[in-house]
């Protein structure tokens, strides 16, 4: 069975207090693994795709990294409007994701 | 990548009573999925929805309950029937981002938050 897990569940920062986002995931078959961004209110915002390990993505302050068992969020320098609810989802033999819980990330100024 | 619309954007609801939420897709699509985000907790796949046969439902979500039509290739709506207070939740629909691959991922209609009182 799919499982994702997320950690830590809820992290503060100070602005350009730089860290990562833990994503440890359990599939059949991984077509992809997905990061997104979920503002208060929103629907998940798409950041990421990897595909295979040793794969990495940057887009701004964030970096995604994947290796065989999981997945790193990377925030470097992060700033106030970096404060999201980060989800990490796979995709295995089905179409559709399956998500994890989430990190509450506050980046304080 | 593909822009999706969904109404209502919230609403209360009296229990007992049904809402139908509607998704709009900007582009023809294939699949639509329905998920359910419960407060505090992380999504949950409801159903896919194909054009021209019947949803295909997960585990612990029934049609008689989440009933989906799909009309088209850019439309569908979920009806969440016969509320009760634990059907408070936020609704999406996704698509896939874009044709041709997943790099675009899947998008997110901005969801439906519902509440039943």
């Known amino acids: 069975e799919d499982q994702v897990t997320q950690s830590p569940e809820a992290l503060r920062l100070q602005e350009g207090e730089s860290s990562s986002l833990n994503c440890s995931y359990t599939?059949?078959?991984?077509?992809?693994l997905f990061w997104y961004r979920q503002d208060p209110g929103k629907g998940p915002e798409f950041l990421f795709t990897l595909y295979s390990a040793g794969e990495e993505k940057e887009k701004e302050r964030l970096k995604a990294t994947l290796t065989k068992k999981e997945s790193f969020l990377h925030i470097t320098a992060p700033k106030p409007e970096d404060s999201a609810t980060y989800l990490c989802?796979?995709?295995?033999?089905?179409?559709?994701?399956?998500f994890g819980t989430g990190t509450r990330l506050t980046v304080i100024p | 990548s593909a822009v999706i619309s969904q109404k209502p954007s919230r609403d209360i609801c009296q229990r007992g009573t049904s809402l139908t939420i509607q998704c709009q897709v900007d582009?023809?699509?294939?699949?639509m999925f329905w998920y359910r985000q419960q407060p505090g907790q992380s999504l949950t796949l409801i159903a896919t929805?194909?054009?021209?046969?019947?949803?295909?439902?997960e585990s612990g979500f029934v049609i008689d309950k989440f009933p989906i039509s799909r009309p088209n290739l850019t439309f569908s709506t979920l009806t969440v029937s016969n509320m009760s207070p634990e059907d408070s939740s936020i609704y999406l629909c996704?698509?896939?981002?874009?044709?041709?691959?997943?790099?675009?991922?899947?998008?997110f209609g901005s969801g439906t938050r519902l509440t039943v009182v």
């Open positions: 996704s698509v896939e981002g874009a044709t041709g691959g997943l790099n675009y991922g899947y998008t």
């Open positions: 929805a194909n054009q021209g046969s019947e949803a295909t439902y």
């Open positions: 582009s023809q699509v294939t699949m």
């Open positions: 989802a796979v995709q295995g033999g089905a179409n559709n994701l399956f």
């Open positions: 599939v059949s078959g991984l077509r992809g």
